[in-house]
């Protein structure tokens, strides 16, 4: 039987696939998912949108997004083995094209299961020359492109919780470039992103967690 190869199977140790938005962009999608729901990812369902949906095989974007996942730079060789690696480490994985409506040809939702039976929703985009917009977290809508540094909280529906935060951000001398927030119905809890100019330190990120009104902290870094 002869054996079938993308051009994602053959390409040279110094490049990911043959093109920046369906490979580079996947892999950057997928690790940056993985560093939103955290470790110990058991199983994921990437649901493909337009351009993604149809040329995922031939462009090595199924791989890339698998690696990304398992924590892989997008120039990392391994990623060519990313399906033996995951399966080796018990990660499960499943790819379903659908249509996401409204959005960016090149876009994938990860339905996330950690290990802990616990589930996350990760939705972005590859937009081109290997850049990623993240454009919803669990049900918050997004629109992060990596040009800031990012806090995503989940915080208390209370009088003055963002001024906490804000205080704990003013006191550490970053500068917020936008606020904005969003609240599920009849939720205890809303949520709060928070694009600042500087790279937070870890000591003001722990102010952040240890904060009463805080219930959780994601940050991400500008890319």
């Not at 791989?63 to 399966?87: E, P, S, W, Y």
């Not at 994938?108 to 299961?113: A, L, N, P, Q, Y």
């Not at 290997?130 to 919803?136: A, D, L, S």
């Not at 800031?148 to 003055?160: L, N, Q, R």
Request: glycine share 10%; with cysteine.
């Amino acid at each position: 039987m002869v054996k079938e190869y993308s051009i994602f199977d053959v390409v040279g140790p110094n490049m990911i696939g043959p093109s920046s938005s369906h490979t580079a962009g996947a892999a950057r999608l997928g690790k940056m998912a993985k560093k939103i729901v955290g470790k110990n990812i058991k199983d994921v369902k990437f649901y493909l949108h337009g351009s993604f949906a149809e040329t995922y095989k031939g462009h090595g974007t199924d791989k890339a997004l698998v690696g990304g996942i398992l924590g892989f730079d997008t120039d990392d060789v391994r990623i060519r083995n990313a399906f033996t690696l995951a399966t080796e480490n018990g990660v499960s994985f499943e790819f379903i094209k659908t249509d996401l409506g409204d959005v960016h040809p090149n876009t994938v939702k990860m339905d996330i299961t950690l290990d802990n039976g616990k589930e996350h929703i990760v939705m972005g985009s590859s937009i081109g020359g290997g850049n990623i917009k993240i454009t919803e977290i669990d049900g918050l809508k997004l629109d992060f492109d990596g040009s800031k540094y990012a806090i995503i909280m989940e915080i208390k529906d209370e009088v003055g919780a963002i001024s906490k935060i804000v205080s704990i951000l003013s006191e550490d001398n970053k500068s917020i470039s936008s606020i904005n927030s969003n609240k599920v119905d009849n939720s205890k809890f809303g949520f709060v992103t928070i694009l600042v100019e500087e790279k937070l330190e870890d000591e003001t990120i722990d102010k952040i967690r240890s904060c009463n009104v805080v219930e959780k902290v994601v940050v991400l870094d500008r890319f």
